[in-house]
Nanobody
Framework: VQLQASGGGTVQAGGSLRLSCTAS????????TGWFRQAPEKEREFVAA????????YYVDSVKGRFTISRDNAKNTAYLQMNSLNSEDTAVYYC????????????????????WGQGTQVTVSS
């Protein structure tokens, strides 16, 4: 299983970015997918997750109303639309998938995500 995250970059505060996560190696549409991030000198934290069908999502409080997670199973891709970015959103963003199909936890736990992409850097300048 391989996950490829892309779409990071440098944006001014208040701006937007859309991250993409393309998966290969198994049937994408069977697995919950999540986005996590790690800021400098901080632990990796959960950002958002979506069920295999896309009918349920979950967000960390700090991004609610600003970020939207979605997926297109026909394209084996998940997305993270990030709006109203601020300096606290600066981090390396990782996408990940659950190891087992048809599983969902609320709130999502990092330990249940078995496959991880390489990360994409998001830098928000003020």
């Amino acid at each position: 299983v391989q996950l490829q995250a892309s779409g990071g970059g440098t944006v001014q505060a208040g701006g937007s970015l859309r991250l993409s996560c393309t998966a290969s190696g198994r049937t994408f549409g069977r697995y919950a997918t999540g986005w996590f991030r790690q800021a400098p000198e901080k632990e990796r934290e959960f950002v958002a997750a979506i069920t295999w069908s896309g009918d349920t999502t979950y967000y960390v409080d700090s991004v609610k109303g600003r970020f939207t997670i979605s997926r297109d199973n026909a394209k084996n891709t998940a997305y993270l639309q990030m709006n109203s970015l601020n300096s606290e959103d600066t981090a390396v963003y990782y996408c990940a998938q659950r190891g087992l199909p048809w599983r969902w936890d609320n709130p999502p736990s990092q330990s249940n995500y078995a496959y991880w992409g390489q990360g994409t850097q998001v830098t928000v300048s003020s």
